[in-house]
Every structure is written in C-alpha cells, then in structure tokens.
C-alpha cells in the first residue's frame, strides 16, 4: 500500500489548536489575518496542513502571537488637553515599568462620540488582531455610555484590558448626572449655538449654571 502524502494532510482547527498548545480562538484569529495557511473543506470547515503545524517551534509561535499593547487617552474639549498631555504620560509610564511595547492613541471628543477618529482607529486595529493589549486610566476616558460593548469586541479578539485606576472610577449617582451633562452640553451646545437664537443661548447657560451649582 503506497503512503499517504503527508504534506496533504490536513486536521482540523481543534487538532491544530491542540497540537499548537493554543486556543481555537487564536488559531481562528491567526488564519483569518493569514499569519497561518488553511482551507476550507468542501463542508465550509477551516482545515490546516498537518506539515505546517509539525514545523511551528516554540520561538515561532511567539513571534507569531506578539501584539502591541495600544494606550488610549481622550478629553471631551481643548480646555482639558492638559489632562490629556496628563493621561498619555501616566498611560506610557505603566506601559514602559510592565516592558510592553506600546503605541498611544488620543482622542479630543466626547465620549459619547463613537466616531471619535483615535477610538474607529483603535477598533480597526482590535478587530484586525493586531492589539494584544488595551490600557486606559479610567473606564470612562473610552466611552461614557457603552465600554463593555468596546470590551466585548476585546475578549472575542483576546484582547487584554488594563484600567490602571479602577479605584478611582466608584463616582456617586450625583457625581456621574454630572459628569453625564456635562458631555451631553458639550455634544449639543455648539449645534444650538449656530442657530444663534437667544431661548437657546438662555437654555444653555440655564443648564450649565444649574450644573456648576451642583459641583
């Protein structure tokens, strides 16, 4: 009986994932950006050489795996960019400590902006599988209303969060109502301005002084 080809055979994700000591999920991730080669079997299932994987070393799935580490940093308005200058260096100085290598990503917007240029920067390069790691200074420098979405995307994608201050974050009810409209003034009060109407002006700074009161 003739031997089978070797270098045809082919096994299936779950095999190569075993076989490599990984997870499926990594594997997955691997072929879909092609760091690895696979077909698809005539059933639509991803299927991998059985040579390919047999000469992967140790040394080569971790040059394969190595992702940078992204830093994000965002103010709401140019009147906080001295905290922005505040958040890179905090975000950078623990990236540097921890030896990662890293790359910084800012963004001036509100954070209930999702189209912020540096967050649809960082989503891209998050769902394409280049970011092993993703650190904040607090949760809310992401998003104001919806980070878990944000971190859902992370962990399919295996991403890391670090939030460096999470005990920083535990706000009161009062405090975050603040923080809240605060970011909704700054999103809304430039479109209510170009209408250059007194009642909206009054309403503007009607909400603004009620909110200075309250902090």
């Known amino acids: 009986m003739d031997m089978e080809n070797t270098s045809e055979v082919t096994i299936s994700i779950g095999d190569a994932a075993k076989e490599l000591g990984i997870s499926v999920k990594t594997l997955r991730r691997w072929a879909d950006s092609g760091k690895i080669k696979s077909e698809r079997s005539p059933t639509g299932q991803r299927r991998f050489f059985l040579t390919d994987i047999k000469r992967i070393t140790p040394r080569d799935l971790k040059q394969v795996e190595e992702r940078v580490t992204i830093n994000y940093a965002r103010v709401s308005s140019q009147a906080q960019k001295a905290d922005l200058t505040r958040q890179v260096q905090v975000l950078e100085a623990f990236s540097s400590a921890n030896g990662w290598q890293y790359e910084t990503i800012q963004d001036l917007g509100s954070g209930l902006n999702y189209n912020n240029k540096g967050l649809q ?3 891209h390069r998050i769902m394409r599988g280049d970011v092993g790691r993703l650190v904040l200074t607090h949760k809310d420098r992401l998003l104001r209303f919806g980070a878990e979405l944000v971190f859902a995307v992370c962990e399919e994608f295996e991403t890391e969060v670090v939030i460096i201050n999470k005990s920083n974050e ?3 009810l009062e405090q975050e ?5 605060i970011e909704l003034i700054a999103v809304f009060s430039a479109r209510l ?5 007194k009642k909206n002006k009054k309403l503007i700074d009607g909400i603004t002084n009620a909110i200075e009161e309250v902090k």
């Open 177 to 181: 109502l603040v923080e809240d409209m």
């Open 121 to 123: 920067r960082l989503l």
């Open 193 to 197: 301005y170009k209408v250059r109407s």
């Open 170 to 172: 535990e706000l009161t």
